[in-house]
Nanobody
Framework: QVQLVESGGGLAQPGGSLKLSCAAS????????MGWYRQAPGKQRELVAS???????NYADSVKGRFTISRDNAKNAVYLQMGNLKPEDTAVYLC?????????????WGQGTQVTVSS
């Protein structure tokens, strides 16, 4: 099992910045991909950014140039630095880990952290 604990959400003004953190714990062999998804009210969950264990990164078009994902494999942690925030970035942000455990490979999710961008 893998547990994910997120922190760092909150309220920001348009144009402002926030940094999200997520740390994984539990029993696993490896975490192949760590990433961030978001879900706004009435909308589908969408990928924001992901980072593989070898450092390959992927971003949603809507956040390219504004958000930066980083990962610390030694700490089993992933971070999302969000800049030039826009009201449309308002959502619950969820940490995701694709991990290898004794019974196979599975997706694990954090509880989510609210990000609100408003003046």
């Amino acid at each position: 099992q893998v547990q994910l604990v997120e922190s760092g959400g909150g309220l920001a003004q348009p144009g402002g910045s926030l940094k999200l953190s997520c740390a994984a714990s539990g029993r696993f062999f490896s975490i192949d991909v760590m990433g961030w998804y978001r879900q706004a009210p009435g909308k589908q969950r969408e990928l924001v950014a992901s980072n593989t264990i070898v450092g390959s990164k992927n971003y949603a078009d809507s956040v390219k140039g504004r958000f930066t994902i980083s990962r610390d494999n030694a700490k089993n942690a992933v971070y999302l630095q969000m800049g030039n925030l826009k009201p449309e970035d308002t959502a619950v942000y969820l940490c995701n880990a694709k991990a290898a455990v004794s019974s196979g490979r599975y997706d694990y999710w954090g509880q989510g952290t609210q990000v609100t961008v408003s003046s």
